[in-house]
């Protein structure tokens, strides 16, 4: 086994340290065992659908923590891009890479319909009406079958051109585009809502769906947000989630 290098990145939930010619993703409670699994169970049919995305060596416990090996990603992310290219051109690149991932039958990833309906029916401060208004009209949307990353935003993509990767496969999941797009919008509003606008502008564009449909997410995408802990978002998410109640 390779020695634990240096810290490469870190997020809410984990930290990438170098591992040898590898990069291993550690998750930073002691106690997580099932999403590292997850994650690379997921990273293993992503890379069995040609995607760009890491190759998974393994996934064990390291050091008191449960983690995965993976492929380093090379260059900078497409949020460091976006300081020194701009917005327009990185936020062009990402969508064309999101669309690359929409494109692919999502044979062996969880239902994308199945983690909403499950994050709304925890979602705190939502009230029992808005709950059941919102598990019901996510029941009434079709099922669909395409990957959708579940966390596909400027920070989680690296490199630039044939050689971009798309890290943090956790989340990812089988469904409707939009929902992904709807996420990945959301996810970049609070922080950066010139961004966002932008994004959702060009993905609309080349995906052919009207933003409306696209932002007509919003409120199932909101509320299964708001069981992340994101305080500095919660009165967004709240308001987002209630506009599905009209």
């Known amino acids: 086994m390779n020695e634990i290098g240096a810290l490469l990145g870190s997020g809410k939930e984990a930290d990438v340290h170098v591992y040898g010619d590898h ?3 550690l998750y930073k409670s002691p106690g997580v065992k099932a999403p590292a699994f997850r994650e690379a169970a997921n990273l293993a049919v992503v890379e069995r659908l040609g995607l760009p995305a890491p190759h998974v060596y393994a996934a064990g416990r390291h050091d008191g923590r449960w983690g995965i090996v993976m492929d380093r990603a090379p ?16 936020l062009a690149e990402m969508v064309q890479l999101q669309l690359r991932l929409h494109a692919v039958p999502g044979t062996g990833l969880a239902s994308l319909k199945d983690r909403l309906t499950a994050n709304i029916r925890k979602a705190p401060e939502i009230g029992s009406a808005l709950r059941e208004t919102l598990l019901w009209q996510l029941a009434a949307r079709s099922e669909q079958d395409r990957v959708c990353h579940g966390d596909f935003h400027p920070w989680n993509i690296h490199g630039a051109g044939d050689h971009a990767i798309i890290l943090d496969w956790l989340d990812a999941c ?3 585009p939009l929902a992904d797009a709807c996420r990945s919008y959301l996810l970049m509003l609070h922080a950066m809502p010139e961004a966002a606008r932008i994004y959702l502008e060009i993905y609309a564009a080349h995906s052919g769906h009207p933003a409306d449909e696209i932002l007509a997410w919003l409120p199932p995408v909101a509320a299964a947000r708001l069981t992340e802990g994101v305080d500095t978002e919660r009165e967004q998410l709240l308001q987002l989630a209630g506009s599905g109640s009209t």
Do not use: T
């Open 23 to 25: 990069a291993l993703k």
């Open 75 to 90: 260059g900078a992310s497409f949020g460091s891009r976006i300081k020194a290219e701009g917005l327009q051109p990185v």
């Open 174 to 176: 089988c469904g409707d």
